[in-house]
């Protein structure tokens, strides 16, 4: 079946640094990739949608200045955490969306990836 | 806009109990409904999903059913194991404004040997 990655699986980072997560998708084509953010016990919520040779598109109340969003190629978005505070850790999962030619439009959940910002 | 409702847990229950979780949803159109499954420490795995009224998805003795009417999937087992304890997530994707996943809050299964 399909497959997506993060990397890292998990990160601790100092307050005011940057951190960067990857999303791949392993044997398809993803033009459209998701980032969610899930606080512990909590549910996913989605953060931006990650458009391939574009700009992503935010959701209401997320900061796309503190979260940038890259997707170069049909197989990787990157999110950028800037200036990362303690208040930005959390469980992040991205997801991707099947829609090359003949997929399936099926989305496909990364691992996560866990930030600690100490 | 969409939305996804679904019972508070945690849900504690002994093997081989009767398990259903509730889910109800409002959406515009039809969406394609889902259950996804999380273990501790791990990311997200869709277990079982349905794209239109009266389909049945079904998984690892997991069933739920698209109900139209009622706008609910809820999410049943006949026998649960120590091994499902999980959160439990329902989701909806819609056909428009660019398939979004849209996710109940979880429910916490703890099942008891």
């Known amino acids: 079946g399909a497959v997506v990655s993060q990397h890292p699986s998990w990160v601790i980072c100092k307050s005011g640094t940057s951190v960067k997560i990857e999303c791949r998708s392993l044997d398809f084509q993803a033009t459209t990739m998701f980032w969610y953010r899930q606080f512990p016990k909590q549910s996913l919520m989605l953060m931006a949608t990650s458009n391939e040779g574009s700009k992503a598109t935010y959701e209401q109340g997320v900061e796309k200045d503190k979260f940038l969003i890259n997707h170069a190629s049909l197989t990787l978005s990157t999110l950028t955490v800037t200036s990362a505070h303690p208040e930005d850790s959390s469980f992040y999962i991205c997801s991707a969306r099947d829609q090359g030619q003949g997929g399936s439009y099926e989305q496909y959940f990364g691992p996560g990836t866990r930030l600690t910002v100490t | 806009g969409n939305s996804v409702t679904q019972m508070e847990g945690p849900v504690t229950l002994s093997e081989e109990a009767f398990l259903t979780i509730n889910c109800t949803y409002t959406a515009t159109g039809y969406p394609s409904l889902f259950w996804y499954v999380q273990y501790p420490g791990e990311g997200l795995q869709l277990l079982l999903k349905?794209?239109?009224?009266?389909d049945k998805g079904s998984n690892k003795g997991f069933e739920a059913t698209y109900r139209k009417e009622t706008t609910s999937f809820h999410l049943e087992k006949g026998s649960v194991q120590v091994s499902d304890s999980a959160v439990y997530f329902c989701?909806?994707?819609?056909?428009?404004?660019?398939?979004?996943?849209?996710f109940g809050a979880g429910t916490r299964l703890f099942v008891k040997a």
């Open positions: 989701a909806l994707r819609g056909r428009t404004g660019g398939f979004k996943t849209i």
């Open positions: 349905a794209t239109k009224a009266d």
